[in-house]
C-alpha cells in the first residue's frame, strides 16, 4: 500500500475545517489546516500536498489570492475552490484563477471526497512517465526495471525504480528529502528520520541513469531543498 495522501484544509470557520479534517482522515488522507490566507501560502509553499481544499473568503489574504499566488508560483497541486452557492461569479473567478474543480457550499461530504479523488486519479494518469526514457546514451525501461548502457544491460532496484518515477511525476517542482521517505519510503512520520539515506540512494540511481553521473541532468540538486527531475529543461 503506498503512502497516505497528503491533503491542505484551507478554512476559517472551525467547525467546516474541523469536520473536512476529520472526514478526510477517517478516508485515510493526512490533513493539514490553515485558517487564513497567509498561513495557507506559507504552508503550501513548503510543498507536499497532494490536494488543496480552498475557501474563499479567508482573513488576510482571499483564496483567489492564495491560489493565484501558488500558480505564478508554479505550483501546480490539484485544488478545489469552495464557493458559496449561488455565487457564480466566485466559481468563474475561480477557475480562471488556475482551480480545478470547485464544489458549492453547502457541499456533501461524499461527493467533495469523490472529488477531491477524482481529481488525484486524473494528475496520477497526467504524470505517469513513458515505460522507457532515454537520456542520451542511457536507456532506463522502467517497466522492466532495466538500464541499458553502451551496449550493456543493468537491473534498477526497485527503490530507485520508484526515487526516479516518484520525480518524474513531481518534475514541477522540488521535491524535499523528507517527502520522498515518506511517499518512496514509506516512512509514516519522516521529520526525524536520517536524510542521508536518500542521498545515498541518489547517488546510486546517478551511476546507472546519468549519460555522466559526474555533472547530473536526470537527478538536480537544489541546496538546502531537495531533488527535482532535470531533463527536460538540459535538453
Known amino acids: 500500500m503506498g503512502a497516505a495522501a497528503r491533503l491542505l484544509v484551507v478554512e476559517d470557520e472551525p467547525a467546516v475545517a474541523r469536520g473536512l479534517r476529520d472526514a478526510f482522515v477517517f478516508k485515510g488522507y493526512e490533513v493539514e489546516v490553515a485558517t487564513d490566507g497567509d498561513a495557507a501560502l506559507e504552508t503550501a509553499r513548503r510543498g507536499g500536498f497532494d490536494a488543496i481544499l480552498l475557501d474563499i473568503m479567508l482573513p488576510r489574504r482571499s483564496g483567489f489570492d492564495v491560489l493565484k499566488t501558488l500558480r505564478a508560483e508554479g505550483n501546480v497541486t490539484p485544488t478545489i475552490m469552495l464557493p458559496a452557492r449561488g455565487e457564480e461569479e466566485d466559481r468563474v473567478r475561480g477557475l480562471m484563477s488556475g482551480a480545478d474543480d470547485y464544489v458549492v457550499k453547502p457541499f456533501s461530504i461524499t461527493e467533495l471526497v469523490a472529488r477531491v479523488e477524482a481529481n488525484l486519479r486524473r494528475r496520477e494518469m497526467d504524470r505517469k512517465p513513458p515505460e522507457r526514457l532515454s537520456f542520451d546514451t542511457v536507456q532506463v525501461d522502467l517497466d522492466r526495471q532495466v538500464v541499458y548502457r553502451d551496449g550493456e544491460s543493468e537491473e534498477l532496484p526497485s ?65 538546502g531543498a531537495g531533488y527535482r527531475f532535470g531533463w527536460e529543461e538540459a535538453e
Open 159 to 223: 527503490r530507485e525504480t520508484a526515487l526516479l518515477t516518484y520525480l518524474i511525476r513531481h518534475r514541477d517542482r522540488v521535491v524535499s528529502r523528507t517527502e520522498l521517505l515518506e511517499k518512496v519510503w514509506e516512512y509514516p512520520n519522516a521529520s526525524g528520520v536520517e536524510t542521508r539515506t536518500v542521498d545515498n540512494y541518489v547517488v546510486r540511481l546517478r551511476q546507472k541513469v546519468e549519460p555522466d553521473p559526474q555533472v547530473p541532468r536526470v537527478v538536480i540538486t537544489v541546496r
